[in-house]
């Protein structure tokens, strides 16, 4: 954990920077990815199968591990969120094998992709995009784990934990981690695209799922705190409050943050602290990686004055 130079509301702010994992530029991608492999290895499989755009973070990190295991990489792309980004030339570099289809065609080409390869012989390992399911959940119920042996070493309490909410197992791994340990704090998920409706629907059914798994009672919708107030016009969408607050915190902190994830979800935090009228509290931020993307919108955060 990093104490943050923000003053905002007398709060005192600190950042858990997951985004410097040692695998792949790190962030919770990488974190799901580590422990799927370890299945992958269990289940003795000769290969693996995601899906995500062409700025995925999550298919840049499973191509990455891949590469090094030599195990071939398939990853199912919509046409519709092709274009060239850092992540999509690594993807490249990385030699996985992407295969385009339309949004609606993503579910179907995943079957016959996976059938076609067991046809052939293989074993694949399938992961859904960005790491959803219960191994993902359990990567950030490790996190939270990790959260707690800080505050224990350092005689901590972190009132609040702000986060990036995309697909939902980050957070519901917080939530689970809290829960477990019987912890009263506010985890906060800063949505990036989704409504509330479904997106929060989603963290919900990701932790009942886990702690199902878990032998334990499920919960109520109440206890996720998801808030789709910063998402704008949705996915990768951002203002111009969101450049000058990444430039800002690499400035004055030197923490490279992007326009998609973790800067929308910084700016996101900024905001809620000021309308909810957040005050005298010590509040974690998770860096939740994307730094590749940073660099894709170097040229417009740095026109910023």
Avoid at 114 to 121: G, H, N, T, V
Wanted: hydrophobic residues 35%.
């Amino acid at each position: 954990m990093h104490k943050l130079s923000l003053e905002l509301n007398n709060n005192n702010f600190y950042i858990k920077r997951d985004d410097l994992l040692p695998v792949s530029f790190g962030g919770n991608k990488a974190r799901k990815a580590i422990l799927f492999f370890k299945d992958l290895e269990n289940k003795k499989a000769d290969c693996v199968v995601t899906y995500g755009s062409s700025s995925s973070n999550h298919c840049r990190v499973i191509a990455n591990i891949a590469a090094a295991k030599d195990l071939p990489c398939y990853i199912i792309s919509p046409n519709e969120e092709n274009h060239h980004t850092s992540n999509s030339k690594m993807i490249k570099l990385f030699n996985a094998t992407v295969i385009q289809c339309p949004i609606n065609e993503v579910g179907m080409t995943i079957e016959n992709h996976l059938l076609e390869l067991r046809r052939k012989d293989y074993k694949p390992y399938f992961i859904q995009g960005g790491g959803h399911g219960n191994i993902g959940t359990q990567a950030y119920v490790d996190a939270y784990e990790e959260i707690l042996d800080y505050e224990e070493a350092f005689g901590q309490y972190f009132d609040y934990i702000f986060h990036t909410s995309g697909t939902g197992t980050t957070q519901a791994g917080l939530i689970c981690g809290n829960l477990l340990n019987g912890d009263k704090r506010s985890i906060v998920g800063i949505s990036i695209a989704r409504k509330l409706e479904y997106g929060g629907q989603v963290v919900l059914d990701s932790v009942n799922s886990y702690l199902k798994s878990h032998g334990k009672s499920i919960v109520k919708p109440e206890k996720v705190c998801f808030t789709d107030d910063y998402i704008l016009d949705g996915y990768s969408t951002y203002n111009e409050e969101i450049l000058i607050t990444i430039k800002d915190v690499l400035t004055k902190d030197g923490i490279p943050m992007d326009t998609t994830y973790t800067g929308k979800a910084f700016w996101g935090m900024k905001e809620y602290i000021k309308t909810n009228k957040i005050d005298r509290k010590k509040i974690l931020f998770i860096h939740t990686g994307g730094t590749p993307l940073f660099f894709d919108s170097l040229e417009e955060i740095n026109s910023e004055k």
